[in-house]
Antibody, heavy 128, light 110 residues
Framework: QVQLVESGGGVVQPGRSLRLSCAASGFTFSSYAMYWVRQAPGKGLEWVAVISSNGVLSADGRNKQYADSVKGRFTISRDDSKNTLYLQMDSLRVEDTAAYYC???????????????WGHGTLVIVSS | QSVLTQPPSVSAAAGQTVTISCSGGTSNIGMNYVSWYQQLPRTAPKLLIYDNDMRPSGMPDRFSGSKSGTSATLVITGLQTGDEADYYCGTWDRSLSAVVFGGGTKLTVL
């Protein structure tokens, strides 16, 4: 069955960087768009980024989309040879503190459809 | 402030029916399918409804969804204590080029 396992969370100082990973199994990883979604403590869900399956572009020529709150600071990427999704987080802020979830779309395209399967999340705490 | 608007909380007695609304606009719900997610306490979210009214395999038919115009509704019948959770609606917003969620609704089963 589909499994998504996030890792890489931890405590980091403001302004520093962190890279999250999401190891996927149970499906053909390369064929599907993948997401990062976060949830600050006691708050609701916030979409962070999405990446299409390799080689698939949206109508406007993009293969990645980002929330305004992370644009220019976070980078989503994937390594299909390792069945792994990444989130490189630079210039971290206190307000980036959250549980970060990776999720799988039912298609490979953008715009995405819905978050079909979710991982259990990894906690990032940005604090001095 | 979420792009999609949900009531912060709803409650009903066990065995009863509850509805959770999700209000959006023409660039999101008005143009795209809506999905719903259930987040049980201290767990990751789980897909509950997709494409407005479709249930994933294994999801009980006590959960149903619908969409009309720029609003969507989640209905849960035969409430059980195990349904106590936070519920989120979500969709794609074509103007924002972003996935948008509602602020979440906390369901309490009395």
């Amino acid at each position: 069955q589909v499994q998504l396992v996030e890792s890489g969370g931890g405590v980091v100082q403001p302004g520093r960087s962190l890279r999250l990973s999401c190891a996927a199994s149970g499906f053909t990883f390369s064929s599907y768009a993948m997401y990062w979604v976060r949830q600050a403590p006691g708050k609701g869900l916030e979409w962070v980024a999405v990446i299409s399956s390799n080689g698939v572009l949206s109508a406007d020529g993009r293969n990645k989309q980002y929330a305004d709150s992370v644009k220019g600071r976070f980078t989503i990427s994937r390594d299909d040879s390792k069945n792994t999704l990444y989130l490189q987080m630079d210039s971290l802020r206190v307000e980036d503190t959250a549980a970060y979830y990776c999720a799988k779309d039912p298609t490979g395209q953008l715009p995405p459809e819905y978050l079909q399967h979710w991982g259990h999340g990894t906690l990032v705490i940005v604090s001095s | 402030q979420s792009v999609l608007t949900q009531p912060p909380s709803v409650s009903a007695a066990a065995g009863q029916t509850v509805t959770i609304s999700c209000s959006g606009g023409t660039s999101n719900i008005g143009m795209n399918y809506v999905s719903w997610y259930q987040q049980l306490p201290r767990t990751a979210p789980k897909l509950l409804i997709y494409d407005n009214d479709m249930r994933p395999s294994g999801m009980p038919d006590r959960f149903s969804g619908s969409k009309s115009g720029t609003s969507a509704t989640l209905v849960i019948t035969g409430l059980q204590t195990g349904d106590e959770a936070d519920y989120y609606c979500g969709t794609w917003d074509r103007s924002l080029s972003a996935v948008v969620f509602g602020g979440g609704t906390k369901l309490t089963v009395l």
